[in-house]
């Protein structure tokens, strides 16, 4: 009864929220990626572009990359609530924001893009409501080992490259990649508390371009991922 109680009022809440800003829901499940698109006034195309993204709840959702329609966009960490999204120039009217599901049983996150700078400052912020579920019956928590990456890809070989990690215990974390012949060609070893972190990584002189294997092992678990290198 209790849990049925508890339900209904992040349903009733999340509901006033949608009513209260018109936003959109977007809902997903612990461990995987969430992304949500909001069109942007066509007048604010070709313009610079800043916005801050504010999250009312960051245990639930962690940006990890940013969009805007084909144009370069950089995405920087104030704090794990506050978030900077600029773009030297928009060609589209549109932005993208991804990231890693961190909780379940039905948590809610508002994420909501204010101080928005186009071609002019904009005083009506973007608001979507994201809605968690856990994978089956509902969880406090999943546990789980999460890669996303890299960015950019392809990899260019004279280039650094960024991978995000997703922990839910404190583990220690190996990361390696690894050509079509099973060599290692490359060995990234951290030891990590739980929560998201960026990690800059860069091949070594001389590799080949061609596939790869990017892995990572942790306390939790494993993920790869197949890459490409230029």
């Not at 104030?78 to 990231?99: F, K, N, P, R, T």
């Not at 790869?212 to 092992?217: G, K, W």
Request: proline share 6%.
């Amino acid at each position: 009864m209790h849990r049925i109680a508890l339900l209904g009022s992040v349903l009733a809440l999340v509901c006033t929220v949608c009513s209260a800003t018109n936003a959109d829901t977007t809902r997903g499940t612990v461990g995987g990626t969430v992304c949500f698109r909001r069109v942007l006034p066509v007048s604010d195309s070709e313009c610079s572009f800043r916005t801050l993204v504010h999250l009312s709840n960051p245990t639930v959702w962690y940006p990890v990359s940013v969009r805007i329609g084909s144009s370069r966009a950089t995405l920087e960490r104030v704090s794990d609530s506050l978030w900077v999204v600029e773009s030297e120039e928009i060609v589209a009217a549109d932005i993208e924001l991804c990231g890693i599901v961190l909780a379940g049983s039905d948590s809610v996150c508002i994420v909501t893009l204010d101080s928005i700078v186009a071609c002019k400052p904009r005083t009506d912020p973007i608001v979507q409501v994201l809605i968690i579920s856990s994978i089956g019956p509902p969880l406090p928590y999943v546990r789980f080992a999460r890669l996303e990456g890299p960015y950019p890809h392809p990899i260019e070989r004279d280039e650094p490259f960024v991978v995000y990690v997703g922990l839910d215990i404190r583990s220690d974390v190996r990361i390696r990649l690894f050509d079509l012949l099973g060599r290692q060609v490359l060995e990234e070893k951290q030891q990590r508390e739980r929560g998201v972190y960026r990690i800059v990584l860069q091949l070594p002189l001389g590799s080949s371009p061609g596939l790869y294997l990017l892995r990572m092992d942790t306390t939790s678990g494993g993920d790869y991922a197949v890459v490409v290198v230029e």
